[in-house]
């Protein structure tokens, strides 16, 4: 599995930005695809994930309602909708897959991996 996110940049503090990430390679129907973000000198957290067969979703408590994970499976593509965004929200963030057919938002679960997009937030 390859991935490639896009859509990272800088916005002022309570501004808006949609994350893509293509996928592309062995794009398994049952796979389970998140987002992660890790800013300097923190360990990478989980965002928000969902279940590429089912379309089940879960994110964390952080960013709930503000952020929407989806996906376009015809476009092999996964989205993070990201409103309101805040300065302490700035971090690099991170689509990856994973081969488990359970939600998860655990880093450690996820063997595939983008480069990543970052995103600015000002305050």
């Known amino acids: 599995v390859q991935l490639a996110e896009s859509g990272g940049g800088s916005v002022q503090a309570g501004e808006s930005l949609r994350l893509s990430c293509a996928a592309s390679g062995s794009t398994y129907r049952r796979y389970c695809m998140g987002w992660f973000r890790q800013a300097p000198g923190q360990e990478r957290e989980g965002v928000a994930a969902i279940l590429r067969g089912s379309g089940s979703t879960d994110d964390a408590d952080s960013v709930k309602g503000r952020f929407t994970i989806s996906q376009d499976n015809a476009k092999n593509t996964l989205y993070l909708q990201m409103n309101s965004l805040k300065p302490e929200e700035n971090a690099m963030y991170y689509c990856?897959?994973?081969?488990?057919?359970?939600?998860?938002?655990?880093?450690?679960?996820?063997?595939?991996w983008g480069e990543g997009t970052q995103v600015s937030v000002s305050s």
């Open positions: 990856a897959a994973s081969p488990r057919t359970a939600i998860s938002m655990r880093p450690m679960d996820f063997g595939y």
